[in-house]
């Protein structure tokens, strides 16, 4: 086996998995600071991606590149209006109620979706500079892969450099463990939970429009991703973005691999691992269990 | 009196009062009041056996489905309202139920009969591996456990298709041709029903019931006294995964068939929402909301495309603003009267 029969594959997974995460780590954050499992970002996400196809209509050149900002905006704005319309009402409620809400907003908007773009199934392809395939150690590599995890990479940074580096991280990390403290220390709680809650949705949305030109994009992709997204939430463990990393890996891997070697069986390996961990580690990998 | 409903869903809650309401009415019962309690179920049975003659063919096979779907939503509730784990993971029995008929059939042309009755015994089987992997993670995690384990479900009667002929499903003709007349099949469903309603009401008003309402209220007291946290809430499961599987046999009388989707998360998310709509505070609120909820849907995709938009907005109004479901809220409100009359 040499180098180059690894490479295409590899690179597969990884594209994969960097999708999955920057998905995964809005979810992530938000249940992170608000203790939150929000079903409606698998909303964000569609709405992000039928966007950008819809202005990629409008203008084959420009129209993924507006999109870029766009569907984030747009995303983040459905974001805070759920926030502060719904979820602000019922965080003092338990999780099974917030939950529900969650779900019943999830199918709210996708019957809206289906009123704005239909049923079929629409498409967009990347920009012409990261069209084609490139040659890797020997061996063809699709650009837009590396696009992809180049944007993992970025999301990835940016969350890491946002929750460590900076004032509104460490607020971030303080509402978790004592809400009421941050609020006595002078901390608008309730702007922060609307804030936090604004940026998963624009990574929602975000991860809609880079996903868009490798993906169909059509009605039901709402619940889909919100599985996959949950079993790289859990198995990495609920609210770590560093486990969301960690998750979208093992799943990326798993499935590629899977898909070559056991197609008939890969799917349900997946739920298998996720079961295994929950059984072993109930809180994942790299999270902190419940207190 | 208290509610015990949504207020106390998570395990652990000490808040809201006392542990077991259902059986503290305002009046020791007499025997004045034991008749009239039994009167409201027997006449509702008498109805409902009396529609079986009434009602047009097509109605009567809706409620042969709505019959499942309230047993379903019952069983499910026996964890929801009295255990308050919120199993996210139901369908795995329902579609067990269904396929154990399906497959019997096929595969070693089982008579109705006996893979009705085997039903609720393997979704108890099955129940007890699954309960113990589940019960281990508490709150959100068990209920992500257990979706995790209907996703499973699904993909393996999906991609296993030499023996469950993957998501085309299993069709044919397993239910004895008197069963497919929509008059007996309701009468037959509707037998099954009350019978496992009543089993159901014995269970939640047993020693065992209280119990597990003993146990979602204040856990750590309960262990502190001694009881078998792990054990209760395990035979509560296997209990409710035997009924769900018995719904999904009933379910099969109305569609005469099995199919993937029967299992998967979704499918799991019905018997929640119908309690939640229904009162998931109260014994006969999941049922009611199976009724609503499935009438609803089918005179719904007549007029209307935007079904699941109707059911979400339902759905928020009921969890945001009257989170005790219709039964829970009416009985708030025949309080009240009656409180009011009282005063007087």
Known sequence: ?291 | MTMYGPSGVDVGDPSEGSVDPAETPARPPGRTELVPRLLGPIALVVVMAALGFLLSDNVLLTLQEVLALAVFATATNLLLGQAGLVSFGQAVFYGLGAYTVALGWLHWQLPFWATFVMAPLLGALVAVPIGLVALRARRLYFALSTLAFSELAYQLAESRYDFTKGANGVFGAFVPTALTYPRTGYLFVLAVTVASLLLLWKVNHSPFGLVLRAIRENRGRMQALGVNVYLHQLLAFVISGAFCALAGAMFVVYSQSSYPELLDWTTSGGPVFMAVIGGMGTFLGPAVGAFIYQFGHDELVRYVSDWQLVLGVVLLVIVMFWPDGLLGGLGRLARLLRKRRGDR
């Open chain 1, 1 to 291: 086996m040499d180098l180059a029969s690894l490479v295409t594959p590899l690179v597969g997974a990884l594209s994969a998995a960097s999708s999955l995460f920057i998905v995964a780590a809005g979810l992530t954050l938000v249940f992170g600071a608000l203790r939150l499992i929000n079903l409606a970002h698998g909303s964000f996400y569609m709405y992000g991606a039928f966007l950008a196809t819809t202005l990629a209509a409008w203008s084959a050149h420009t129209g993924l590149w507006i999109a870029l900002v766009a569907s984030p905006l747009l995303a983040a704005g459905m974001g805070v209006v759920v926030e502060v319309g719904v979820l602000r009402r019922l965080y003092a409620r338990e999780h099974l109620t917030q939950l529900l809400a969650t779900f019943a907003l999830l199918l709210i908007f996708a019957d809206l979706a289906l009123r704005f773009w239909g049923k079929g199934v629409r498409g967009v392809s990347p920009p012409r500079v990261v069209r084609g395939n490139l040659e890797l150690a020997g061996a063809p590599v699709p650009l837009y892969d590396l696009v992809i995890i180049g944007a993992a990479v970025v999301v990835g940074g940016g969350l890491w450099l946002l929750l460590s580096r900076t004032t509104l991280g460490w607020k971030i990390r303080a509402v978790v463990d004592d809400p009421e403290v941050l609020a006595a220390s002078g901390v608008n709680v309730r702007l922060l939970y609307t804030g936090v809650f604004a940026l998963g949705a624009l990574l929602a949305g975000l991860s809609g429009v880079i996903i868009a030109p490798q993906q169909a994009v059509e009605p039901g992709m709402d619940a889909q991703i919100i599985v996959a997204a949950f079993i790289v939430a859990v198995i990495g463990g609920l609210g770590s973005i560093t486990g969301a990393a960690v998750g979208a890996l093992i799943i990326g891997i798993v499935e590629t691999m899977g898909a070559s070697w056991a197609p008939s069986w890969a799917s349900t390996f997946i739920y298998l691992l996720m079961i295994l961990v929950l059984a072993v580690r109930p809180w994942g990998l790299l999270g902190t269990p419940e207190r």
